[in-house]
Nanobody, 128 residues
Framework: QVQLVESGGGLVEAGGSLRLSCAASGRTFSTYAMSWFRQAPGEEREFVAAISKSGDNAYYAEVVKGRFTISRDNAKNTVYLQMNSLRPEDTAVYYC?????????????????????WGQGTQVTISS
């Protein structure tokens, strides 16, 4: 399994931007589809974005579409989440996840998805 470490979280004002990074260990990064999820206090974990193994296809949750961009650099074993026009409701712990399968969009939207590996999470707080 791949080991994942997120970074880049922090406190920003509404309307601001952050870029999250998720660094993966090992030499098999390009064989994993990558995704981002988030969990706010007292809420269920929810899907944010997913990207295919080659990076040529991505899915987004409706609430972030047009504001967030997922990308990956397979040479650096890293997936990114560029977050713009941040809102207080984007406040959550953000997790990256890796899986050998690149699922259909409907699977990612399903609660309780199972992924091969999860990172430890990074806190994102948006002030109003």
């Amino acid at each position: 399994q791949v080991q994942l470490v997120e970074s880049g979280g922090g406190l920003v004002e509404a309307g601001g931007s952050l870029r999250l990074s998720c660094a993966a260990s090992g030499r098999t990064f390009s064989t994993y589809a990558m995704s981002w999820f988030r969990q706010a206090p007292g809420e269920e974990r929810e899907f944010v974005a997913a990207i295919s193994k080659s990076g040529d296809n991505a899915y987004y949750a409706e609430v972030v579409k047009g504001r967030f961009t997922i990308s990956r650099d397979n040479a650096k074993n890293t997936v990114y989440l560029q977050m713009n026009s941040l809102r207080p409701e984007d406040t959550a712990v953000y997790y990256c996840a890796a899986d050998r399968e690149y699922y259909s969009a409907s699977y990612y939207y399903t609660g309780g998805v199972v992924m091969d590996s999860w990172g430890q999470g990074t806190q994102v707080t948006i002030s109003s």
